[in-house]
């Protein structure tokens, strides 16, 4: 079976400082990753994702993730963070052997002027 | 996010009527999903159609029914809800049959509130 994790369920930073939001995952097979951020009273908007090849994978609005295998993370992070990054970040795995996506219960993200 | 649309935005209904959500994706895509996303739980995967036919149907209660009538339109029916079925339906679609590489893109979803 296939689990994510997100072990936060807010994030606080201030803008201009770096941040992080963890994701950890549980396949038995080959993982594939992916975040998503939701803004208010709208849908999930795609932001990058993990299949294969460098562990650091660059997205949509400056964010990065973090593959590490041996970890089992895939955190996502951004060098300065900006207010209007506030949203709920969802992390999701796609076990190889899967076609379904598990997402994680959401991290809340607030920035701070 | 144009891409998916979804109607209505809002829904209030009581426990004996009977409504329907829609999506529509203009992405050209061959998959489509039912989302259910309740307040402090993660999404829940209600439905997945692939080329207009049911490939997945997680467990979900018979009072919800979709229909897939093209690869482009998406409809889930609603009958004799309960209070617990409140929450925020989200229609997705992906390029592909849902393999591993797919990505999925979000329509703005349905807010339901049953009373």
């Known amino acids: 079976a296939q689990s994510v994790a997100q072990p936060e369920d807010q994030v606080n930073v201030a803008e201009g400082n770096p941040l992080t939001v963890k994701c950890t995952y549980s396949?038995?097979?080959?993982?594939?990753l992916f975040w998503y951020v939701q803004y208010p009273n709208r849908g999930l908007q795609f932001l990058l994702k993990?299949?294969?090849?460098?562990?650091l994978v660059k997205g949509s609005y400056g964010f990065e993730a973090e593959f590490n295998k041996s970890q089992t993370s895939f955190h996502l992070k951004k060098p300065s963070a900006l207010v209007s990054d506030s949203a709920l970040y969802f992390c999701?795995?796609?076990?190889?052997?899967?076609?379904?996506?598990?997402f994680g219960k959401g991290t809340m993200l607030l920035v701070s002027p | 996010e144009t891409g998916v649309t979804q109607t209505p935005r809002h829904l209030v209904m009581g426990m004996t009527n009977k409504k329907s959500l829609k999506c529509e994706q203009h992405?050209?895509?061959?998959?489509m999903y039912w989302y259910k996303q309740s307040a402090k739980k993660p999404l829940e995967l209600m439905f997945v159609?692939?080329?207009?036919?049911?490939?997945e149907n997680n467990s979900v209660p018979s009072r919800f029914s979709p229909e897939c009538p093209n690869s482009s339109h998406l409809f889930l029916h609603l009958h004799t809800l309960q209070p617990e079925d409140s929450a925020l339906y989200l229609c997705?679609?992906?390029?592909?049959?849902?393999?591993?590489?797919?990505?999925?893109?979000f329509g703005p979803g349905t807010r339901l509130t049953v009373l």
């Open positions: 997705a679609s992906s390029q592909g049959t849902g393999g591993i590489t797919d990505t999925q893109y």
């Open positions: 396949v038995s097979g080959n993982p594939y």
């Open positions: 993990y299949i294969t090849g460098d562990n």
């Open positions: 999701a795995v796609r076990d190889g052997g899967y076609s379904t996506l598990t």
């Open positions: 992405l050209g895509h061959n998959a």
């Open positions: 159609y692939s080329l207009e036919e049911r490939v």
